[in-house]
């Protein structure tokens, strides 16, 4: 038996198992990502401010303060970044908060080791 008919089909085993784990460990990943994220909007809601957040612009958290003078809840969240003019692909997952009043505030999110930074936000009122 030549030693290639044993190399080829245990390197092509390696090569398949290797895609699985990098997959698997890819989904994880974004699934962590999705999860921070709802959590982070959720705290916000909740508290004014989130521990997975770095050094949150103060300007976001009286923005926040303001959506939450009406009942306040999550609109949406979701892995990438919002759609342009807003977004420009830099933002690994955003959201949007709403209230009763339908003002909406949106926050773009960049991780940053297990916290999240936040790129930017935008308001629909004054």
């Known amino acids: 038996m030549n ?17 699985g ?3 698997q460990g890819r989904i994880q990943h974004r699934a ?10 959720y705290n916000l809601l909740n508290t004014n401010n989130s521990p997975y957040l ?9 923005q926040v303060a303001t959506l939450k003078r009406h009942p306040a809840g999550i609109q949406s969240h979701g892995l990438g970044d919002t759609a342009a003019p807003v977004g420009n692909d830099d933002a690994c997952s955003h959201f949007i908060l709403t209230n009763a009043v339908s003002q909406e505030l949106g926050v773009r999110l960049e991780q940053s080791g297990k916290n999240f930074e936040v790129l930017g936000y935008w308001t629909n009122w004054q």
Do not use: G, M
């Open 32 to 41: 962590y990502v999705a999860s921070r994220t709802e959590t982070i909007a």
């Open 21 to 23: 784990v990098f997959r």
């Open 3 to 19: 030693k290639w008919q044993i190399y080829c089909p245990v390197i092509a085993l390696l090569i398949v198992a290797n895609v």
């Open 54 to 62: 770095v050094s949150p612009p103060s300007d976001l958290l009286v």
